[in-house]
């Protein structure tokens, strides 16, 4: 393609916005990266290089080194930082450094973060100008819907160029002002990903894990901080520059670790579980004894997240071989390999516990139905049986004296009879009340026999 006076080197409009806007974002990047960030359905990265070459003519590209695979590295002037906001449409404040000198060592961290945002958003591959045929083909009937020329099917990825931001300073109040507490590798805001915001890490190995470990005690200070708002209560901070999670605790943060030839996979899990360890207070969630719930039959309880992070662990060779919907995730506390949206997910937490006692409930309810609905066919099962036939009445005891039954003959009048003695029939307590007293019994009275 030929160029032109103002771009000797052909470069579109189109790529050299997509130059910028990489730059912009990943600060120092390399043509092949920028080709496959942003239009990975060009054939190669030569726009890239052209567009970089056209924008270095007009003071807004400049390269000072090489990356250690020999690829020319590209940053941009503090002229081009202003374009760059432009194509973006970000506030000037906010587009941070120009990472003037960082190609001359060849960059390897950065690179590593550039390669991370690259396996995450996964750009579809489209072509920009499709090829007419001079001769059309007739159109075969396929049974299955054919692939669009110039698609290259693939994992989707999340986000765009313009859901990231790299170097992001997360700041702390000192005795002397504001400090950056953790200066973020990345972050990511991709809402239509169910992402308002999430935190990358992306570790090289070369560092102690003591060392790795000791960022996320920071990020838990920074995620601590509290500002009044407008009507007076608090709010953390952090909420006033990124919008809330929907989930409970603070935003997730993911290490992303590219162990390249250095570290082998047995090493890498090692480090891995020594982060995890050394991070267990900033991660793990407090115990909440919750008792039993509803019937208080068993004890039950849940973990509070509130005040922990959601840690996820990944490798980069992971994301850029399955991409960031596949199951490449490891949330510490969960022990697999899970999708994203389940590692998010906190485990055992109260929705949990409050779905167990929802269940626990609709037991005793059926429980408590099926009870029921015996007594119901118990009572049936009453109404319907007949009445059981008298028994034979008790034989009464004999009277002492004449040996009839004690209650007297059938038809007797008991209401002109002496008062019961428990030993004669009413006759019997007739004839001796009717008796002549003793001597001694009119002296000193009649007196009751005891039984």
């Known amino acids: 393609m030929g160029g032109s006076r103002t771009y000797p080197y052909g470069s579109t409009s189109a790529v050299r916005a997509h130059v910028l806007a990489t730059l912009g974002v990943l600060k120092l990047a390399t043509a092949d990266q920028m080709h496959r960030l942003m239009a990975p359905g060009h054939k190669d990265n030569k726009a ?78 489209t072509a920009t100008r499709p090829v007419p045929r001079q001769q059309p083909a007739p159109t075969p009937i396929a049974t299955e819907q054919e692939p669009t020329p110039g698609l290259v099917l693939e994992t989707p990825g999340m986000g765009w160029i313009g859901s990231w931001s790299t170097e992001v300073p997360l700041n702390l109040p000192t005795s002397r002002g504001n400090r950056a507490g953790v200066r973020a590798d990345a972050v990511l805001q991709a809402p239509e990903a169910g992402l308002p915001v999430m935190f990358v890490e992306v570790d090289n190995c070369t560092e102690s894990a003591d060392i790795l470990a000791a960022k996320f005690e920071k990020y838990l200070r920074y995620f601590r901080l509290k500002t009044k708002n407008p009507l007076g209560s608090e709010s953390p901070v952090w909420r006033t520059q990124y919008p809330s999670t929907g989930r409970e605790g603070h935003p997730p943060v993911v290490v992303v670790f590219n162990p390249g030839t250095r570290t082998g996979p047995q090493a890498l899990k090692n480090r891995m579980n020594t982060v995890m360890e050394l991070t267990r207070l900033v991660w793990s969630g407090s115990y909440r004894g919750a008792g039993g719930g509803y019937g208080a039959e068993e004890r039950d309880g849940y973990y509070d997240y509130a005040d922990a992070i959601p840690l996820l662990f990944t490798t980069l060779d992971r994301l850029q071989t399955s991409g960031p919907r596949d199951a490449v995730w490891w949330r510490c506390g969960h022990g697999q390999w899970e999708t994203l949206p389940d590692a998010l997910t906190n485990p055992a937490d109260h929705d949990a516990w409050y779905a167990r006692d929802e269940q626990r409930r609709h037991r005793r309810d059926e429980a408590e139905k099926r009870r029921q609905q015996e007594w119901a066919a118990e009572r049936e099962r009453w109404t319907q049986e007949p009445d059981p036939e008298p028994g034979p009445a008790p034989e009464a005891a004999p009277c002492e004296r004449c040996k009839e039954p004690i209650t007297g003959p059938l038809g007797y009048d008991l209401e002109f009879a002496p008062p019961q003695d428990g030993r004669h029939c009413p006759s019997c307590r007739t004839d001796l009340r009717q008796q002549y007293p003793t001597l001694r019994q009119a002296v000193f009275g009649r007196r009751p026999r005891g039984k």
């Open 48 to 125: 890239f290089r052209n567009a970089a070459l056209d924008l270095a003519r007009h003071g807004l590209t400049v390269s000072e080194g090489s990356a250690r695979d020999g690829n020319k590295l590209w940053n941009l002037t503090p002229l081009g930082l202003d374009a760059a906001a432009e194509v973006l449409d970000r506030p000037a404040g906010e587009m941070g450094g120009t990472a003037r000198g960082a190609a001359r060592s060849g960059a390897p961290h950065a690179m590593a973060v550039n390669e991370t945002v690259i396996a995450i958003t996964r750009t579809p591959a």
